[in-house]
């Protein structure tokens, strides 16, 4: 299991007090690093990212997001995405990590993108939920563009639901999207019912979980529903936003997951991949706001990715 991430990630500076900042980052890399066989730490100005970056987001809104940037603005669109003179930068920097680390999971090995800003609230032409670009959909259209990928799979294991993955891709039947989150919650999407549109109908499944599920209510889910969903569409390579905000002390969320079972996670999604995808499997990090448990997090996360035996258990 390979590690990558980029200091450039932390140029994105947020209000004293913001819940999504650079610590994030580091705490989450403290526990995948001890796990990894490799941490790649990526020279993201050599990645040409500009053509998978607008395969998903148009030319007018990358335009409007780097001006505004440059003007020094303080907000782009929603009052939970500040800027700074870094966000430009330090959101290039998360796709081009993700787009490296596809390229080793593309071989067949897996890989853990630790990165921030995050970026499945990210809409094709709107910033919001601390996202500005999307990074997974990027991934996954990369991987369908420039690897010849027939079909992808996107899994989204966050508190919130990615209303942004869902929306870019919800008319391409190529892409999966299943997420399993909190409901009623943020942003106020994932209903059961929404399940893709036109020639994407039956191509996304939301499994919408009330406040306070814990680890056998995740399981019966992600066991039960999400990953035999995700076996039967098929997917060449398989894809993972993952939100440590489930976790059952997490400021922003609602739910009650032990570290336990986000090494299980992990571990059910390594072992689909190695059974359909030849283990092309790309896990990359979305949300989770704990500071005090995210490197024993990212640690038991990383352990079921790599598939190695469990660590000290957080009290």
Not at 10 to 29: K, N, S, T, Y
Not at 78 to 95: F, H, Q
Not at 241 to 257: C, E, T
Request: contains cysteine; negative net charge; proline residues 6%.
């Amino acid at each position: 299991m390979r590690v990558f991430t980029s200091r450039e990630c932390d140029e994105h500076r947020v209000p004293r007090g913001f819940p999504e900042r650079a610590e994030r980052r580091d705490a989450v890399l403290r526990g995948a690093r001890v796990v990894g066989d490799e941490t790649v730490e990526v020279e993201t100005g050599s990645i040409e990212i500009d053509d998978a970056v607008a395969a998903v987001h148009p030319d007018g809104y990358l335009e409007r997001l780097r001006r505004a940037v440059e003007r020094r603005d303080g907000l782009i669109d929603s009052a939970d995405t500040p800027l700074s003179p870094g966000t430009w930068r330090a959101a290039r920097a998360a796709v081009a990590v993700v787009l490296q680390a596809l390229e080793r999971a593309a071989e067949g090995e897996a890989c853990f993108a630790v990165v921030r800003p995050p970026g499945h609230h990210a809409e094709a032409e709107t910033a919001m939920g601390f996202c500005y670009l999307n990074n997974v959909a990027v991934a996954a259209a990369q991987a369908r563009n420039r690897w010849g990928c027939d079909r992808v799979a996107v899994i989204d294991l966050d508190v919130h639901h990615g209303n942004g993955t869902q929306h870019i891709f919800e008319r391409d039947p190529s892409i999966f999207y299943g997420s399993t989150h909190q409901y009623p919650f943020y942003p106020g999407t994932g209903a059961a019912s929404e399940t893709g549109r036109g020639p994407g109908k039956g191509s996304t499944l939301n499994l919408p979980l009330p406040a306070g599920t814990g680890d056998p209510g995740y399981r019966e889910a992600i066991r039960g529903e999400l990953l035999p969903a995700v076996r039967d569409f098929g997917p060449e390579v398989l894809l993972v936003s993952i939100g440590f905000d489930p976790w059952r002390r997490d400021p922003l969320g609602g739910m009650a997951v032990t570290e336990g079972g986000f090494r299980d996670w992990a571990r059910w999604c390594r072992e689909l991949a190695d059974e359909i995808c030849g283990g092309r499997i790309l896990a990359l990090l979305e949300g989770g706001y704990d500071l005090d448990s995210l490197e024993p997090l990212g640690r038991a996360f990383s352990e079921g990715l790599a598939g190695r035996s469990s660590g000290d258990r957080i009290p």
